[in-house]
Nanobody
Framework: QVQLVESGGGLGQPGGSLRLSCAASGISFSRHAMSWYRQAPGNQRELVAIITNGGVTNYADSVKGRFTISRDNAKNTVDLQMAILQPEDTATYYC?????????WGKGALVTVSS
């Protein structure tokens, strides 16, 4: 059974930092590209960052230079370090694992950026 469990998040201040982590089980983690998506109320889910099984990263323009995605294949985890937070970053963040046509999702972690 595939499980992706997000942790971290919560309340952050504008200009501050937060870190999300996702623990994966039930998959061959090192084979999968791992990604973070987010969905704000009333908006569609959007890709935030992705890291391939080879470690290549890509980011949405809105977070480039502020967010960093990383993975630890020994621990089966993928992290999203978020810096210089903005109120527009408020959303539920979802961890996702991708391999070929298969895509798995976590249940999400809420991030709220507010003073």
């Amino acid at each position: 059974q595939v499980q992706l469990v997000e942790s971290g998040g919560g309340l952050g201040q504008p200009g501050g930092s937060l870190r999300l982590s996702c623990a994966a089980s039930g998959i061959s983690f090192s084979r999968h590209a791992m990604s973070w998506y987010r969905q704000a109320p009333g908006n569609q889910r959007e890709l935030v960052a992705i890291i391939t099984n080879g470690g290549v990263t890509n980011y949405a323009d809105s977070v480039k230079g502020r967010f960093t995605i990383s993975r630890d294949n020994a621990k089966n985890t993928v992290d999203l370090q978020m810096a210089i937070l903005q109120p527009e970053d408020t959303a539920t963040y979802y961890c996702s694992a991708i391999w070929g046509s298969m895509q798995y999702w976590g249940k999400g972690a809420l991030v709220t950026v507010s003073s």
